[in-house]
């Protein structure tokens, strides 16, 4: 269960997993900042249903690479 106004962060959110918990996330009310890879038309459209989520680029992947370098 949800606390009303809680804030989610969702990385992978343009596709698969990260795109259906962000989706849920946003039907049961929370506010959502999704980062992502490539947008993806799927994200898009969340986007539109939703104009509240907070996007952002970024590579996970690369950002640990940089770390451990």
Same mark, same amino acid.
Request: proline share 4%; net charge positive.
């Given at each position: 269960?949800?606390?009303?106004?809680?804030?989610?962060? @969702?990385?992978?959110?343009?596709? /698969?997993?990260?795109?259906?918990?962000?989706?849920?996330?946003?039907?049961?009310?929370?506010? @959502?900042?999704?980062?992502?890879?490539?947008?993806?038309?799927?994200?898009?459209?969340?986007?539109?249903?939703?104009?509240? @989520? /907070?996007?952002?680029?970024?590579?996970?992947?690369?950002?640990?690479? +940089?770390? +451990?370098?």
């Amino acid at each position: 269960m949800l606390k009303p106004g809680s804030h989610w962060l @969702v990385a992978g959110a343009s596709k /698969r997993l990260g795109l259906l918990l962000a989706r849920k996330l946003l039907e049961r009310g929370a506010k @959502v900042s999704a980062l992502y890879r490539t947008l993806t038309p799927e994200l898009e459209e969340l986007c539109r249903k939703h104009p509240s @989520v /907070r996007l952002f680029s970024f590579d996970l992947c690369e950002q640990m690479l +940089i770390r +451990i370098s």
